[in-house]
């Protein structure tokens, strides 16, 4: 995960590990988003600061069960207040 660009730092920042499970699975009629795993950066730690960026580099467990090819990662940033600053995703390619 990394930050950029001016302004002032998330307070609060998630970033999840998401299967997007399609209608039909385990009896579901409807298409869901099940969360298999979250971390959350601690950048107060010096080691995440990089010049004009924070950064932060760690592997997520997969969980048995979970496939691959339907995997995603969704980052959220929230201020002080709690109101939404950011928010992107990605697709995780086997």
Known sequence: ?????PGR??????????????????????ERNLVRNVFQPDWGNP?????????EMRSMQIHEGARADRLRLVAVA????????AIA???CRE
């Open 89 to 91: 995703q990605t697709e």
């Open 47 to 55: 080691m995440a600061r990089r010049s004009d960026r924070l950064a």
């Open 1 to 5: 995960m990394e930050l950029k660009g």
């Open 78 to 85: 929230h201020d002080g207040r709690g109101r939404l600053r």
């Open 9 to 30: 730092e998330p307070r609060r920042t998630r970033l999840l590990l998401v299967e997007k499970l399609p209608a039909g699975t385990e009896g579901s009629p409807v």
